[in-house]
């Protein structure tokens, strides 16, 4: 039986099987290696690992003090029924850096239920947010410089 283990911190993600995962997902299909790593850098990760191998992701942008929004959680197929989403959803929402935050915002399409025990609801003012999404963005090539 495998041994989970909570890891927390960029430097504790295996960014090769995180990438693997996240870039053949619905949310970030194609995304290159290099742009998913610098969003990682620059966010609080966390993951869990089962005999050293990453089998879990979820990382938060924030400014830990009033906002926060959850990108890019994922359990490995063949590590899904086993409690490891709630292991990993308690592990960041009990961080100390995300504590006092006056909103939270992420984007699901399938695991609605498993966020609103964490106390997440539809938005309750959807007309005074706005996006700018651009769902091809990594189709297209990289700007000149860049």
Known sequence: MARFEIVIGYESMDMEAVHAFVAASYW???IPFETLDRAARNSLCFG??????QVAFARVVTDEATFAYLADVYVLEAYRGQGLSTRLLDAVFQHPALQGLR???LA???AHAL???YGFTPLAAPARLMERHRPDVYAQPPPAGA
């Open 28 to 30: 970030s299909p194609g």
């Open 103 to 105: 909103r939270c915002l």
């Open 115 to 117: 966020y609103a025990r």
């Open 108 to 110: 699901t399409r399938d």
């Open 48 to 53: 869990i690992r089962a005999d050293q191998a």
